[in-house]
């Protein structure tokens, strides 16, 4: 049953970027959005960093 449990938080955890202008923003399924960068690399490293939590 624990491990129903943290694969539903996983998918809770689907991280995307975005881009608006010359801006990347990354986002979540549970809500949280990332600062606005202007390095998609950094942008994905904050989606990384934000998942793994």
Do not use: N, Y
């Not at 129903?4 to 608006?20: I, K, M, N, V």
């Not at 986002?27 to 998609?40: H, I, L, Q, S």
């Amino acid at each position: 049953m624990d491990e129903q449990d943290g694969a539903a938080t996983l998918q809770e955890h689907r991280t995307t970027t975005s881009e608006r202008g010359p801006f990347c923003v990354a986002c979540c399924t549970c809500g949280w959005r990332g600062p606005a960068r202007r390095a998609r690399s950094q942008a994905r490293k904050d989606a990384t960093d934000h998942a793994a939590e």
